[in-house]
């Protein structure tokens, strides 16, 4: 009688419904990624932290000024900086008075993304929380006083729809245990074990982030990070192992071949489908992820620019994650802001060709340029997204095969049908409505929904 009741308390208890996972990657790597990442499609990556203080040329600042001395790094800092100004001296500057939490999940909110991304530590080892493993460089103990990534979560939280996840960089450039343990070649493991590891587990239970961006191997093997090791507590343990998600940065060769989805490079974008889930990390700044005091006007992308980046991301299969860099005392800078409303602005018209769809059996079309497709299988919607206006006021689309008396074609922000004309087996040919600017349904980018095509 006792073994009944154990063995009816292991099945209806949560952990008990769950499959385990052993620390190896062919074990993890048969995981399901839990099904509302495929869904989401959009996030925002947010790279903040004490290089947000010299804001200048890039996040890895530290990097290209202390050891590759790269010579304008170099001279701004002899310009600008008394001598003997180290970069731990930015930590205290790193104020960060203007950051309001709500505020920021409002403007998140209002981009239309789904999911977020913050750096909790980047490669300088600042914690953006007070990590009892990162003693006096965090933002608690220095700086802001604050605990950024708790406030955040809260708000993200309270206000809106979105999953909330961190960031966090394995190695750091400087720690003196990681470059004792470079300078073994790896074979001693005393940074992880003091300090990377204990604040990965740190931040999944504290914070129980529903996706955690790893990266930042620093040239060493995923067993000196014991990275299936945290993989299998994460899935099988934690807090969040029923709905967290997780990349593919957990050492050398894990990239693009092991994790939960494959990032293999920053900016990816293959343009074409995949056999396995991917996301385009990408920053509307085309030069840096961390703000840029010196940035100009030309250096950013445009919105008509990432509409493109998402619609293909989504055509074949992947999400997008665009990234934004908040200043060091706290504000989104009103170009950041403006290019997160656009998003929204066009993803509230256009939506339902983006979010919870699936790649159709043709990415882009092969006859029009710029003409991406989604597919919603339940409804047998097709979308075509077409990302410039036909001036001959007829689209050619060369992959739908249209059914005499049954196709519907409908521009989504636009009442009534469309009509159409059959081209066989070489398509169809839409005749778009005469609109001026002003009865646009949005201003970059235009969908149409094909129904009962093949």
């Known amino acids: 009688m006792l073994l009944l009741l154990l063995l009816l308390f292991l099945l209806l208890s949560p952990q008990g419904c769950s499959a385990r996972y052993d620390p190896t990657w062919e074990s993890l790597d048969s995981r399901p990624l839990p099904t509302w990442f495929d869904e989401v499609k959009f996030g925002i990556f947010i790279h903040w932290g004490v290089f947000s203080v010299p804001s200048f040329g ?7 000024w202390q050891k590759e001395k790269r010579q304008p790094y170099v001279k701004f800092m002899e310009t600008n900086y008394p001598p003997g100004f180290s970069y731990e001296d930015f930590g205290p500057l790193f104020t960060a008075e203007f950051f309001d939490a709500n505020q ?3 403007i998140l909110k209002a981009s239309g993304a789904k999911y977020v991304v913050l750096t909790s530590k980047h490669h300088e080892g600042f914690t953006l929380w007070g990590s009892k493993y990162s003693w006096n460089w965090n933002a608690v103990s220095v700086g802001p006083k604050r605990d950024i990534v708790a406030e955040l979560a809260t708000s993200i939280r309270n206000r809106t729809d979105l999953h909330f996840g961190l960031y966090h960089s394995l190695f750091e450039w400087f720690n003196p245990l990681f470059l004792y343990d470079a300078s073994n070649v790896f074979k001693t493991r005393q940074f992880p074990t003091a300090k990377s590891l204990p604040e990965l587990y740190e931040i999944v239970t504290k914070y129980q982030p529903e ?5 930042g191997n620093g040239n060493a093997p995923d067993t000196y990070w014991n990275s299936t090791g945290f993989l299998a507590w994460l899935y099988n343990n934690s807090p969040v192992r029923d709905t967290v998600v997780t990349n593919d940065r957990w050492g050398v060769g ?5 994790g939960g989805y494959y990032t293999c490079s920053d900016r990816y974008n293959p343009g074409h489908l995949l056999p396995h889930k991917w996301e385009n990390c990408m920053t509307i700044d085309k030069w840096s992820w961390g703000y840029r005091r010196n940035a100009q006007l030309s250096d950013y992308l445009t919105i008509e620019e990432l509409i493109k980046q998402l619609v293909e991301t989504v055509s074949c299969g992947g999400n997008l994650l665009m990234n934004i ?3 060091h005392d706290g504000r989104i800078d009103v170009i950041f ?3 997160l409303r656009q998003m929204g602005d066009w993803l509230r018209v256009n939506g339902e060709a983006i979010y919870g769809t699936k790649p159709w059996r043709t990415q882009n079309d092969t006859v029009t340029p710029g003409v991406w497709y989604t597919f919603k299988p339940k409804e047998e919607t097709v979308f075509a997204i077409f990302l410039k206006w036909p ?5 050619v689309l060369g992959d739908p095969k249209t059914i005499i008396g049954e196709t519907q074609v409908k521009l989504i922000g636009h009442k009534g049908q469309l009509k159409w004309v059959s081209l066989g087996e070489k398509g169809m040919t839409v005749a778009v409505p ?10 970059w980018g235009w969908t149409l929904q094909l129904t009962n095509v093949k």
């Open 58 to 64: 890039s996040e890895w600042f530290w990097w290209y």
């Open 337 to 339: 802001q403006e290019r």
């Open 325 to 327: 860099g908040p200043t």
């Open 211 to 215: 996706i955690l961006w790893s990266d």
């Open 391 to 395: 001036i001959s006021g007829t689209l």
């Open 104 to 106: 920021w999940a409002d």
């Open 254 to 258: 894990s990239i693009c071949k092991h």
């Open 434 to 443: 005469q609109l001026t600017p002003n009865q646009l349904p949005c201003q």
